[in-house]
């Protein structure tokens, strides 16, 4: 068997077989076969596609080319969660917390942010002290004890992926759907969870722009997971605006501690208890979703699921004080309103430039060893829909740098777009795919 055959048996519409890509994958991750040879199959890849069956050894091969963590030793259905990512995204910080409260076993491992915000990992690290290099025994003590953790990624997880997303990076190969879907698919299959709830975004604030697009990555990895013997469903979620009000690291801990107390923004509260009912189906605690999510929103107002997260934070190091005061966690120096110009009501904002605002403030990484200001971000005070009059504040910006207050403030005016008649409003959930 030798590289130059299956690129190409691929490039002519062949379909590899199984232990072509075993051996492939293997290969390539010993670092036996060159760069330029698997960029050649990429490309191919890219103009040809790759049936399900391909799709899925593709990600099984990803999967095992590392550490597979076993969690046989956790009782009970353990649940994951995985959002394609977006801007405002804090919904594991109320969402894993949540599930737990109703002792379904939530064993998560997360990564680090790259781009305009933090990752999850990041973001807890608000919490002075939090820990998330886990040994694999704390990290099934605690998920026994409290039913939950979030560790790091560990470098031996997949890591297969890594080398070839880093290749597809640089290549012009990233956004192909087989691609895409085995990718986060072999890390979840690595994590070892018995059920998965996937969260595709769409729109503006997306790595998928298009409806049809986030469908077709939904049913895809739905299909991977099925094929692979696990349950996993997808919810696709509206992206066109950033979810909640707040973008930045430490302002989103808030937003989630307000929305754990019962409060917070309608639709991070609708999107979590949407992905929290499927999670608790999965792992049996309810009958169908309307049962579960009656049990999560008592939850949300009785204060068990804040109790939680508090117990979460202490097990992992942090100051379960901190959640009780918020106003402790990382504040920055400089905090500004930034006042319309326009009248009228808000018809669009432009979600992707409002990430990359929060990435010039300093609150998110242009490289994976950028140091992140977690302090920093923006309030929206005005989303779509809202009238706005002129001079009325649309914002506050969280800075560090007089400087890069200033030009955030110019760029947020831009960002926003006005209309004199109210505009309709997308649906947050736009489709789950079982």
Request: hydrophobic letters at 40%.
């Given at each position: 068997?030798?590289m130059?055959?299956?690129i190409v ?5 062949g379909?590899l077989t199984?232990?072509?890509?075993r051996?492939?994958i ?6 036996n ?5 698997m ?9 040809v ?11 099984l091969?990803?999967?095992h080319?590392g ?9 009970g259905?353990?649940?994951?969660k ?6 405002g995204?804090?919904?594991?910080l109320?969402?894993a ?17 790259l ?6 990992i990041?973001?807890?690290e ?13 990290f ?7 039913h939950?953790?979030?560790a ?6 997949a890591?297969?992926d ?6 597809r990076d640089?290549?012009?190969?990233v956004d192909q759907?087989?691609?895409?879907a085995s990718s986060?698919?072999s890390?979840?299959l ?5 059920g ?17 697009d986030a469908k077709a990555?939904?049913a895809?990895m739905v ?5 692979a ?7 696709i ?12 690291n430490?302002?989103?801990v808030k937003e ?9 923004p309608r639709?991070?509260k609708?999107?979590?208890?949407t992905?929290g009912?499927?999670?608790a189906v999965?792992a049996?605690?309810a009958e169908n ?5 009656a049990?999560l929103e008592s ?9 939680v997260?508090k ?8 100051d379960?004080g901190?959640?009780?005061?918020p106003?402790l966690?990382?504040r920055?120096e400089?905090?500004e309103?930034?006042?319309?110009e326009?009248e ?5 904002i432009h979600?992707?430039e409002?990430?990359r605002?929060?990435l010039?403030l300093?609150?998110g990484?242009?490289k994976?060893?950028s140091e992140?200001?977690l302090a ?10 809202d009238f706005?009059?002129t001079g009325?504040p649309?914002?506050?910006i ?5 400087e890069?207050l200033n ?5 947020l ?8 008649e109210?505009?309709?409003?997308e ?5 789950i795919?079982?």
């Amino acid at each position: 068997m030798n590289m130059y055959d299956l690129i190409v048996k691929k490039k002519r519409g062949g379909e590899l077989t199984d232990k072509e890509i075993r051996w492939m994958i293997r290969e390539y991750t010993d670092e036996n076969i060159p760069d330029y040879q698997m960029s050649a199959m990429m490309m191919a890849i890219c103009f040809v596609g790759m049936t399900d069956e391909e799709t899925k050894e593709l990600t099984l091969a990803m999967a095992h080319s590392g550490d597979m963590l076993n969690l046989s030793e956790i009782h009970g259905i353990k649940v994951d969660k995985h959002s394609t990512g977006g801007v405002g995204d804090k919904t594991s910080l109320v969402l894993a917390p949540l599930v737990a409260s109703l002792g379904v076993p939530v064993a998560k491992m997360s990564g680090r942010g790259l781009g305009h915000t933090g990752g999850t990992i990041d973001k807890l690290e608000s919490f002075a002290g939090f820990r998330t290099n886990l040994t694999t025994e704390e990290f099934i003590r605690n998920v026994n004890t409290i039913h939950i953790a979030i560790a790091g990624q560990t470098a031996d997880l997949a890591p297969a992926d890594k080398k070839l997303y880093a290749l597809r990076d640089v290549t012009g190969t990233v956004d192909q759907m087989s691609l895409i879907a085995s990718s986060i698919m072999s890390k979840k299959l690595a994590s070892g969870s018995d059920g998965i709830v996937l969260d595709v975004k769409t729109g503006d604030g997306a790595f998928m722009k298009s409806y049809s697009d986030a469908k077709a990555l939904a049913a895809e990895m739905v299909n991977i997971g099925k094929l692979a013997g696990k349950d996993v469903s997808a919810v696709i979620s509206d992206m066109d605006q950033p979810l909640g009000n707040a973008v930045g690291n430490a302002l989103e801990v808030k937003e989630a501690i307000d929305t754990l107390r019962g409060g917070g923004p309608r639709d991070l509260k609708e999107l979590v208890l949407t992905l929290g009912s499927l999670m608790a189906v999965k792992a049996g605690k309810a009958e169908n979703t309307e049962q579960a999510a009656a049990l999560l929103e008592s939850n949300l107002k009785n204060g068990r699921a804040f109790q939680v997260f508090k117990e979460f934070i202490r097990a992992q190091g942090g100051d379960p004080g901190e959640a009780e005061q918020p106003e402790l966690l990382p504040r920055a120096e400089y905090q500004e309103e930034v006042y319309s110009e326009k009248e009228g009501y808000v018809s669009n904002i432009h979600t992707e430039e409002i990430g990359r605002i929060c990435l010039l403030l300093g609150g998110g990484r242009e490289k994976k060893d950028s140091e992140i200001d977690l302090a920093v971000g923006v309030i929206l005070l005005r989303k779509k829909g809202d009238f706005v009059c002129t001079g009325e504040p649309i914002a506050v910006i969280h800075a560090n740098s007089p400087e890069k207050l200033n030009e955030a403030k110019e760029r947020l005016l831009q960002a926003y777009e006005f209309s004199e008649e109210k505009p309709l409003l997308e649906p947050l959930i736009k489709g789950i795919i079982e």
